[in-house]
């Protein structure tokens, strides 16, 4: 305890952290606490799990007194973040007696806007916190802290003019933190717009790399699930995240991970936030060892003792490539990431492969088990009178490789994709974020699996010499025929 004293923090958080059995101060904490304590504007490049919250919580606790107001404003980009921002701070400020409020889209907003009157610190997503600025259940004028969480993800998601207009929203008279993995120039642009002579400060990554192991397996186009599959029952793993690029495929993926007996929890940005906050519940559990996710669970979240990231769907860009396998190797455990490509995948994993921090090897393709997939009715794009003579959608069962045929389903088929495309969400409380509407819908390129296909036909034919660099021997090249293959 007496390291995290020698940082100046206050008698109560002291309370609440021993209590909490905290050990030692992080990197992160131990540079930036006394810089926060002392009122100083700070820019702080720390990843997910570095213990960033404690320490804007330092100057949130030790300087707010209950009842004067909503004298703390903390942004989050996503609705997962701000509930469990929420709940730290609401531990940490335990003997303070600080009202801690959580708002964000995709839950009832009436609940929000009673427990706003006497909120104390308020932690929200953009989207939703403009909702109740426009709806005057919000005001900021007694903030004194205004801290910006996951920056660099906010901006990401398009969320740059909205922080913009809820930052004028407050006093100038403030203390500002910003709190990214990265710090890109659009960061840096931000800072020198809104902060004033803001101190950087950085901790290494809290990925260990050394432990870290990265291998691609290049399979048949027909059989990434039965690939995934194969390595879920021969790895030997405690905590996996399999990452999907739509939800569309988060869904086939868990349901039919069900199917075959292997426990697994699907979450993304088309489920209601109460179900998502139960399946994290029992994710962090363990009631289930396998969460199949797209990207809004890559950033942000706090799970401890994941072993295996498989990127079923290969992000479009490095960074949230970055971001999916910066949930495992923490904290000194090893980890491993998987990544199971086919043709689609190439584009994706070319553009990844420049970043040349990262170390993919290849790894030598398995012999598995053909496995059947299911479709559930009524999904995303799922084909209802195909002029192909494949199954109208009622669940049945195909051989894998049937997925493939779906993006080219004409007529009424496309129009209903279309349909789907504009209606769905992945950040729910977010409905003006097209960008990440279309990303959830797409993975770059061409998906064969999302019912989105960017007005393309499958019906055509395409050969290609594809050149990817090879950790091992530097480049490899292959010829594909990218057309339908039965």
């Known amino acids: ?58 100057v949130i606790i030790k300087n707010l007194e209950r009842g004067k107001g909503i004298q703390a404003l903390v942004l989050t980009p996503t609705r997962e973040l701000a509930e469990q921002v929420s709940e730290a701070l609401q531990k940490f400020s335990k003997h303070k007696h600080l009202e801690i409020t959580a708002v964000y889209g995709g839950v009832a907003i009436s609940p929000q806007m ?55 929203e407050c006093p100038k008279k403030r203390q500002t933190m910003l709190f990214s993995a990265t710090i890109s120039d659009d960061i840096a642009r931000l800072a020198s717009k809104h902060m004033h002579n803001p101190v950087e400060v950085s901790a290494e990554a809290y990925v260990d790399s050394s432990k870290l192991t990265q291998t691609y397996y290049d399979v048949e186009d027909n059989q990434k699930f039965s690939s995934l599959v194969h390595f879920l029952k021969n790895e030997k793993s405690e905590l996996a995240m399999v990452f999907c690029n739509t939800q569309r495929n988060t869904d086939m993926v868990a349901d039919n991970l069900n199917k075959l007996g292997i426990n697994a929890l699907a979450i993304h940005g088309g489920h209601a936030q109460p179900k998502r906050t139960r399946t994290l519940e029992k994710f962090h559990a363990k009631q289930a060892n396998i969460l199949v996710c797209t990207d809004v669970a890559a ?14 769907d290969i992000p479009r860009e490095s960074k949230e ?17 998987i990544n199971i490509l086919a043709s689609r995948d190439y584009e994706n994993f070319q553009r990844i492969l420049h970043n040349d921090e990262l170390k993919i090897e290849r790894g030598e393709t398995p012999q598995v088990e053909r ?70 819908y797409s993975s770059g390129g061409r998906d064969k ?19 990817y660099p090879d950790r091992g021997n530097r480049r490899f090249k292959r010829s594909r025929n990218f057309g339908d293959r039965r």
């Open 1 to 58: 305890m007496e390291n995290f004293r020698k940082l100046g923090l206050s008698e109560p958080l002291l309370k609440s952290i021993k209590e909490q059995n905290f050990e030692k101060p992080s990197e992160i904490q131990e540079k930036s606490i006394p810089l926060i304590i002392e009122g100083k504007d700070v820019i702080a490049e720390a990843a997910t799990g570095s213990g960033k919250t404690l320490a804007f919580a330092s």
């Open 114 to 168: 009673r427990d706003l009157r006497t909120a104390d610190v308020v932690v929200g997503t953009p989207g939703r916190i403009l909702d109740h600025i426009s709806r005057r259940t919000i005001g900021f004028r007694d903030v004194k802290i205004l801290v910006l969480d996951e920056a660099d993800r906010m901006l990401d998601m398009g969320f740059k003019d909205d922080v913009e207009d809820i930052i004028k």
């Open 299 to 312: 950033r942000g979240l706090d799970i401890k003792g994941v072993s295996h990231i498989y990127n079923y």
């Open 321 to 337: 490539y970055v971001h999916r396998i910066g949930r495992t190797a923490r904290a000194g455990k090893e980890g491993k990431v």
């Open 371 to 440: 496995i059947m997939v299911r479709f559930n009715e009524g999904g995303a794009g799922f084909s209802r009178g195909s002029s192909r003579g494949y199954s109208r959608g009622g669940g049945q069962y195909h051989r894998e490789g049937g997925y493939r045929r779906q993006e080219s389903y004409s007529g009424s088929g496309r129009d209903g994709y279309k349909r789907d495309f504009h209606s769905r969400r992945e950040y729910g409380s977010e409905p003006r974020r097209e960008e990440y509407r279309r990303s959830e």
């Open 449 to 467: 699996t999302s019912g989105y296909s960017h007005g393309r036909s499958e019906h055509r034919s395409e050969h290609r010499g594809s050149s």
